[in-house]
């Protein structure tokens, strides 16, 4: 996450802020980079106002199994 974006997350002033993210690092040189890209993320997420959804891949949720059922009627 751009520094600019986790400033806003860390000092902003709204009671709710949500973040959707594919990993909790980007891309970087070392594993002592990811690491702290990762710890800083943990630490973002801990505050109650934010909301953070990490992952590349969404699941199919009751929803789609409803559909599914639904439409076999």
Known sequence: ???RFQ???RNG????RYALME???GPTR???Q???NEAAIIKLRRMKENKFAI???LGKGVFNHWLVDS???
């Open 7 to 9: 400033d806003s997350y």
């Open 13 to 16: 002033t709204a009671k709710l």
């Open 1 to 3: 996450m751009n520094r």
């Open 55 to 57: 992952g590349s891949r």
């Open 71 to 73: 439409s076999q009627d």
């Open 30 to 32: 070392t594993k002592e």
């Open 34 to 36: 990811k690491a702290a």
């Open 23 to 25: 990993a909790m690092s």
